[in-house]
């Protein structure tokens, strides 16, 4: 019975929204709105806004506290420039004051890294007659695509140093223009845009061989870590965390290009492997035993995203803000780059109040409106999916994100197909409005940047702090007050008898 309670309340809350704004008309018939200056309940009401650009100084804090998702890669464009970003990152040992056996030699080290991928996308190729120490056996290779933002079908080369720095802890503030000093270049590999998982089983009964999840192997310089690692395993720099973080500042991966695509990965999926052999004595004679040994990425290991802009030659390398009459485009980048504010204006605020006290009209819905700029920004990169909204000045949740926490099909931000140019955004601001108009709460900006909120488990949100703005590579130009063009930043409201 509460199941079926919850599923009426439901459908009534689905189709009163659709029922709502299945009225609203055009943009273009605004003007049919008011006859005889009476407002028509139900119907679209919409009023300029001021919509300014936010310089947030291309930097954003980075640390791990921050990255449910790492970025690598570089991505240049006309508007934003060139942005490039590398994830540098602590490594522990799998043990301390290791015993690697008599007389260690390391045959191979790999790094693996771990893209998000489309998992839907695969392509498999099989080799029947693989050879497998001797075995027959049957090799069966799968390729996903990275799942990437910006020109995807470049390739790119993937870059391994040594960090030379001491990183600090794990709870330290670090932001993404850090500097940190690099020592030599471990490895590299070509990127072609995939990952590939590997499963090799037996012949005669396909009993499993080796099965490897899907992702990037990247081979580095035995000789190094056979002088670094090996050799070191009972001194003092090897012998616990705090002495290690020390003596290994960690590393520092990277592209060597300046445009491409940039890809997200799990900042603690990675793998480090020291493939070895040492001496064992059997039945009198020596005989050559092999070994692994692996390190421990995430967890309490410092790390962060380092990202460097260069706007010289774009749109944005000479660009003001002009927060009292607004700006004409808005330019909304994700990982530090810029965001945009929204106020409306006090004027609009006192007729709002005129038209409740006069026509007795209450606020039914408010949304800002926002369209992306087809004369600068009509392209098929991947146009951000949401916003994270706050009071300028504040990092808290505007009182739409509380009043409607409970209701499951209140969305913050709804928009049009994003494959489309124009696409545009609605914001509800039903609540933040009601509150300056009936309880004469403070008007404050809104201020707008890339990304969403991070959810738990049971898709709550974390808090306001908690979004993927660090990580968020996207964006996109949007059109601001700009009062010659009909799809400039509004406000629209619907307006209902009391």
């Given at each position: ?255 060597a290009e300046d445009d491409g695509y940039i890809f997200t990965m799990a900042p603690g999926g990675m ?228």
């Amino acid at each position: 019975m509460t199941n079926f309670k919850l599923i009426l309340k439901t459908s009534i809350a689905i189709i009163g929204s659709f029922l709502l704004f299945s009225c609203e008309p055009e943009l273009d018939s605004l003007g049919s709105q008011l006859v005889k200056d009476n407002v028509i309940p139900g119907n679209v009401v919409s009023y300029d806004v001021v919509a300014y650009n936010v310089n947030n100084g291309d930097i954003i804090r980075t640390d791990g506290s921050k990255l449910t998702a790492a970025t690598i890669g570089a991505f240049h464009e006309s508007q934003f420039g060139l942005q490039k970003s590398s994830f540098i990152t602590q490594i522990r040992p799998s043990a301390y004051a290791p015993d690697f056996g008599k007389n260690p030699v390391v045959d191979s080290v790999v790094l693996v890294l771990k893209p998000y991928f489309a998992s839907d996308s695969l392509t498999t190729s099989t080799d029947e007659n693989f050879q497998w120490n001797g075995t027959a056996a049957k090799k069966t290779v799968s390729r996903y695509p990275i799942t990437k933002y910006g020109k995807a079908k470049k390739n790119m080369t993937l870059q391994v140093h040594e960090v030379k720095d001491f990183l600090g802890s794990a709870s330290d503030t670090i932001y993404s223009n850090r500097q940190v000093n690099t020592g030599v270049m471990l490895g590299t590999k070509n990127l072609d845009g995939s990952v590939s998982a590997v499963k090799i089983v037996k012949k005669d009964d396909n009993s499993e061989l080796l099965s490897r999840d899907a992702g990037i192997r990247i081979p580095l310089d035995k000789n190094f870590f056979q002088d670094r690692i090996i050799s070191k395993a009972k001194s003092p720099e090897m012998a616990d965390a705090s002495n290690f973080v020390r003596y290994f500042g960690g590393l520092r991966i990277s592209v060597a290009e300046d445009d491409g695509y940039i890809f997200t990965m799990a900042p603690g999926g990675m793998e480090l492997i020291i493939y070895y052999h040492h001496d064992a004595d059997a039945n009198g004679s020596s005989t050559a035993q092999q070994g692994t040994f692996s390190f421990i990425f995430g967890g309490a290991n410092a790390r962060f995203n380092q990202v460097w802009y260069d706007r010289k030659g774009s749109a944005l390398a000479n660009w003001a803000s002009d927060e009292n009459m607004g700006d004409k485009k808005l330019y909304a980048q994700g990982m530090g780059g810029p965001g945009f504010g929204i106020r409306i204006p006090q004027s609009v605020v006192a007729q709002i109040k005129q038209l409740g006290a006069s026509q007795d009209l209450a606020v039914l819905s408010a949304k800002l409106r926002l369209y992306s700029d087809v004369s600068t920004w009509n392209n098929t990169f991947a146009k951000p999916v949401s916003f994270v909204i706050s009071p300028k000045g504040k990092t808290s949740f505007i009182s739409d994100m509380t009043a409607f926490a409970a209701n499951p099909v209140f969305s913050l931000i709804t928009t049009s197909s994003l494959k489309e140019n124009p696409a545009y955004y609605d914001i509800s601001i039903t609540q933040t409005l009601k509150d300056i108009i009936e309880k004469d709460a403070e008007n404050t900006d809104l201020i707008l940047n890339v990304g969403y909120y991070e959810v738990n488990a049971s898709n709550i949100k974390l808090g306001a702090e908690h979004t993927s703005t660090a990580y968020t590579p996207n964006r996109i130009v949007l059109v601001g007050s700009d009062a010659g063009n009909d799809k400039r930043a509004r406000l629209q409201i619907i307006y209902t008898k009391r």
